[in-house]
């Protein structure tokens, strides 16, 4: 069974000391680089402080490359609005590293650097990097900025200062105005821990434990006798709930309880385990695949964790070097499981790995380097199924910097490579339904609001009659990325909505059943958490932007029980 954790931590950058005399660093360049491979950089606004002078106004801008005539010089044109069409925004091509820079003529007194990012995608720009260097190109100041806002003020100490909600325009001359302010202290890790207990506690909900005890109970009668016990204690916890000092007790009863479900009839969850920094970067945006994410440059494994101890987490299989490793595919046997990395050659391929961590191999066999296999899930008779950018296709919109994945098959042994699949677009997340059919999400962009046009399709495993099973002729779900059966309800479907721009592949856990209907919200059975609410079929872009929890890689048990993974509140 798999399942990858989602490890995120509050943003650890640094303290403005707002009573103390500015520091100034003398300097002539402020540079923005985005490290990584298939990344763009887009700005707003960059502006420059010595004093309360915004000298970049009077600078020079250059960057790696335009995309679409949106020149360097447009992040020093004083105007500080976020959407791209406002012609206001710079934006590269996506390349690796890419960087924006202003050349202030002569070095000054810097005081201050305050970076608009663009407005939506605003993601684009985290993991960004800020440089600030004398006129002989010597660093005087480098900042990291894991998760990056709507506005950052860098003040000359190495502290950043995240303002949440933005000034007016008028920002872009004066730099005055008031606004809301988030501050982060150095050394705030060992309090994350408290703060992520508390997170979890503010959703936590005696109602709904409260049902799931009562129908654990009628189902497994035997197994529940102390119902009764259960919930007269979940009643009491009721009280408590918004007691910061309870919040470690009232999970480990919530823990307790939910893991004695029968349906968790195993010891252990496989999962993927990242730190913050690597997740940041792990996941392609909605109209990419794993070839247009980084290669390289995670801090990521393979491991599993004991279901009735959330302490004991081990390493199963850890790459070499930095490399990724992910999208984790259990055999039906559980004796072995297939994943994706990085090659011998550099590209993307399918491995495959022993239970017990040992007996490593690599199954697809490309040599060519701009061929990236991934993705993959096992057939019934062994054969494998993947992703491919074999047939060298690239999304329209974005000039072919994107490259089409699309669904292929091959041997356990990795020959006799057949692709199945021929659209434009991709097709993502195949999985085996419990009729044998293969169950995928595929884009359909021609002649379609390409937005709002990411279908749950059905196919035989050989590629023949592929056919629309949920969204067809629909502007909501946008997408449904990760979508799995509910085992014993051949019509059921569990998946993630999420938009198309805005969050990275996270978004809503739906339930779906394509026995009540298969386009907009008429199949949807609900949407979790949301018990008894109707789901409204929203059209909108960045459809779960600021919707919490954000859940990634749903695994159903049941229609009633689920293993998946939360970011429950924003950080944690």
Known sequence: MKKTTWITAVLTIGLCGGLLAEKTVKSRFVRVEIPGEGRYLSLSEVQVFSGAENVALKGTASQSSDYGGSAAGRAIDGNTSGEYRDKTITHTAQSANPWWEVDLGSEKAISKVVVWNRDPLGERLDGCRILILAANRMEKLKVDVPKTGRQMQIAMDGSVEMVASPAPKAVAQTGKAAKKKTKVAKGSEKDSGASGLQAHLAVFDPDALARAIRDMAATWPERFKDAPELLAKTEKLRAL????????????????????????????????????????????????????????????????????????????????????????????SANKMLFSSIGENGAWQVFELGADGENVRQVTQTKEENINNYDSCYLPDDRI??????????????????????????????????????DQEHSWNPQVMADGRILYLRWEYTDLPHSNSRILFTMNPDGTSQRAIYGSNSFWPNSCFYARPVPGHPAQIAGIVTGHHGNRRTGELVLFDTSKGYMEADGVVQRIPGYGKKVEAKVADRLANGSYPLFLHPYPLSDKYFLVSAEIQQGH
């Open 385 to 422: 199924l993947f992703t491919s950018t074999a047939p060298m296709v690239a999304v329209p919109c974005v000039n072919g910097n994107s490259p089409v994945a699309t669904l292929h098959s091959v041997r356990p042994d990795g020959s006799a490579m057949r692709q199945l699949c021929f």
């Open 241 to 332: 709930k918004d007691d910061p000092s309870k919040a470690e007790g009232i999970l480990a009863f919530q823990r307790e309880v939910l893991t004695r479900n029968p349906l968790l009839d195993f010891d252990k969850l496989l999962l993927v385990r990242r730190d913050e920094k690597s997740f940041k970067k792990c996941l392609p945006s909605n109209w990419q695949s794993n070839s247009s994410i980084p290669k390289t440059g995670y801090n990521n494994d393979i491991a599993t964790l004991s279901i009735r101890n959330p302490n004991k987490l081990e390493t199963l299989y850890r790459p070499a070097g930095d490399a990724f490793v992910g999208d984790v595919d259990l055999h039906f």
